[in-house]
């Protein structure tokens, strides 16, 4: 029979046990005291995550918006002539220059004449006796001193001679060039002592007082339009200073390429417009007196939809949905959902989500609160 060591390896005592136990013991000692820490780290962590966003409101209130059409086109005037010559002749006479106002009929340049006034002169004397011989004919006719062929003979003359005298008084006509519409001369395209040709352009004449701008306007705003509708122009080469228009001409048919109408927009004359200029045109479509406003810097867009925040209680905000109504530059009209005095984040609104906690100008500074947690922490 063999006997084993107490003191050899495969002897467990007392002691042993007794270490073994203490050993476990304080081993779940620690483990909760870690697993405590760890819970509140965590819970200050999440105090920490949330911090308040630094924003600035504005309490909505209500006035007048209209709702705009803005396009663009170049100003135009629909009576505008360009003055020709009619008879080949040296120019004698130059009675306007370039930017003076002209009457409808005023003589414009006085042709070389000379020739055309004779011609006039013995057409005269030439229908004046012939005149005379067709009344003593008609005498003697009556008298029947002579035939009825020889009297008719002496009205076919006068006649004649009558077609002469027109002929002659237009062709002097031609030797005086006259203003064909009231405007003002914007060309002058000849000199004195030029030799003109017939149909050479020697002047050209506008009326300011039919200035326009034809626009064309997306087939789906035509609903909007209707004549007599007020408009606005800016021109950027006056200071985008607004002048006054209306809408004259709608056009009955849309352009299948384009897919607008035209509109023409007439303007009364004001200082500054001239054709040929770009401007922008505005349409107001609909004017509401009393419309709640909601500022544009408090508009956030997602896929195309305008949201707002509200504020709430306990600095907390609401993101909403809006509907735009009417807008202009600065405003919008929303369809519902919100009422005057409701306080809208107008900045520092792109990182905010629904139910996010907010700052106000004025608010304590947060840094209190996170030596308070950092002191928990340690």
């Known amino acids: 029979m063999s006997i084993r060591s107490r003191s050899g390896p495969g002897f ?34 999440k105090e920490r995550k949330e911090e308040a966003v630094p924003v600035e409101v504005a309490a ?3 006035g007048p918006i209209e709702a705009v059409l803005r396009l663009s086109s170049n100003l135009e005037a629909e009576r505008e002539v360009q003055v020709f010559a009619e008879a080949p002749r040296r120019v004698t006479e130059l009675l306007v220059e370039e930017g003076n106002a002209v ?24 229908l004046e006796q012939s005149r005379r011989d067709f009344a003593r004919t008609k005498e003697l006719y009556e008298q029947k001193l002579v035939t009825e062929e020889l009297f008719t003979q002496a009205g076919y003359t006068v006649e004649r001679n ?25 060309e002058r395209l000849v000199n004195l002592g030029d030799h003109v040709t017939v149909n050479q352009p020697l002047f050209r004449i506008v009326d300011f007082d039919s200035i326009v701008a034809r626009i064309y306007v997306p087939e789906k705003d035509m609903v909007r339009l209707e004549k007599g509708q007020p408009a606005r122009l800016r021109a950027d080469a006056l200071g985008g200073v607004a ?21 023409t927009v007439a303007t009364p004359r004001q200082n500054g417009l001239r054709p040929g200029m770009y401007v922008e045109v505005e349409l107001v479509t609909a004017v509401h ?15 195309d939809q305008a949201f707002v925040f509200r ?38 609104q792109s990182g905010l989500k629904d139910g996010g906690l907010v700052r106000l100008p004025g608010d304590p500074e947060p840094e209190k ?7 928990k922490a340690d």
């Open 103 to 126: 009457r409808k009929g005023q003589l414009l340049v006085q042709l070389q004449d000379e020739e055309q006034t004779s011609a006039v002169a013995k057409a005269e004397i030439e």
């Open 289 to 303: 007196d009393d419309a709640l406003l909601v500022p544009k810097r408090a508009l956030v867009y997602d896929n």
């Open 311 to 348: 504020l709430k209680e306990e600095r907390r905000v609401e993101r909403l949905r809006i509907t735009p109504l009417l807008e202009d530059a600065e405003n919008v009209e929303p369809e519902g959902g919100l009422a005057p005095g409701d306080q809208l984040v107008v900045a520092g």
């Open 369 to 375: 609160d996170e030596k308070k947690a950092d002191a």
């Open 243 to 263: 002048f006054t228009g209306s809408i004259d001409r709608i056009s009955p048919v849309v352009d299948p390429g384009t897919g607008t109408i035209k509109v």
């Open 162 to 186: 009558e077609l002469a005298l027109a002929d002659a008084r237009r062709e002097l006509g031609y030797t005086q060039v006259r203003a064909p519409i009231a405007g003002v001369v914007t």
């Open 12 to 45: 467990r005592g007392p002691l042993a046990a007794l270490a073994l136990l203490a050993a476990a013991s304080a081993g779940c000692t620690v483990g909760n005291s870690d697993a405590k820490t760890w819970s509140e780290g965590e819970k200050l962590q």
């Open 60 to 62: 909505l209130g209500r």
